[in-house]
């Protein structure tokens, strides 16, 4: 019998870029998934507008609304079980998740991070990059767990700082390869390829 399509809940908060990519790669063939619902906690989104030109539900849940971030997670969390979503990626969202998201997708949260982690976590992880000087930064797809930026690394992506390099090149040549990579590691996990062992992601024939 063939495996049930993985079900996906996106995360966004701005330009949704890597929704777009995601989108694409399903289009093509290349993810074996669907997007059930794009939920954004900025009504300014432009990745709602993506979602909306490609028929994807959205919703605007916004944290200013509840009294808590317990409550508001709660309100999301409702929206992702009424989808049945199966993994929740994360895909430009500016929050850090609270304990009711993570234990309701126990490893079942991606992240995709613009840098080679452990390097660079947090905010503008370019621009730490760039002023570190290194010579190599790259990106990042890892599970999400309470530590920021900190869950098992699934797969990165090297790319070359160059000496002129400004936050914005950077970025975008790190874009680049970003919107590859979300597609390959979310690929791994609907092939059931992705199994974690001493908080280290091994990759399964
Ligand atoms: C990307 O650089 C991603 O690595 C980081 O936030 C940015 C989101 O960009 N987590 P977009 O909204 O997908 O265009």
Redesign the pocket.
């Known amino acids: 019998m063939e495996k049930p399509l993985l079900k996906l809940g996106v995360l966004?908060s701005?330009?949704?870029?890597?929704?777009k990519a995601l989108i694409e790669a399903i289009k093509n063939k290349e993810l074996n998934a669907k997007i059930c619902i794009v939920i954004s906690n900025n009504p300014k989104a432009y990745?709602l507008r993506i979602a909306e030109t490609n028929s994807i539900p959205t919703k605007i849940i916004e944290p200013k609304q509840f009294n808590s971030l317990e409550e508001y997670e709660k309100i999301i969390l409702n929206s992702l079980n009424q989808y049945q979503v199966d993994l929740l990626i994360l895909?430009?969202y500016m929050k850090v998740l609270g304990p009711t998201l993570l234990k309701a997708f126990p490893n079942k949260i991606m992240?995709?991070?613009?840098s080679l982690l452990p390097s660079f976590r947090g905010l503008h992880a370019q621009k730490q990059a760039i002023d570190f000087g290194v010579r190599c930064s790259g990106?990042t797809v890892h599970f999400v767990n309470e530590e920021l930026d900190g869950g098992p690394i699934i797969l990165q992506e090297a790319v070359p700082v160059l000496p002129k390099d400004t936050d914005d090149s950077l970025?975008e040549r790190?874009?680049v390869k970003?919107h590859k990579l979300y597609a390959k590691a979310i690929q791994l996990y609907a092939e059931g390829r992705l199994k974690i062992k001493n908080n280290k992601v091994i990759i399964t024939e």
Do not use: V, Y
């Open positions: 966004i701005g330009r949704g870029s890597n929704l990745g895909a430009g992240n995709i991070h613009p990106c970025s790190i874009l970003e």
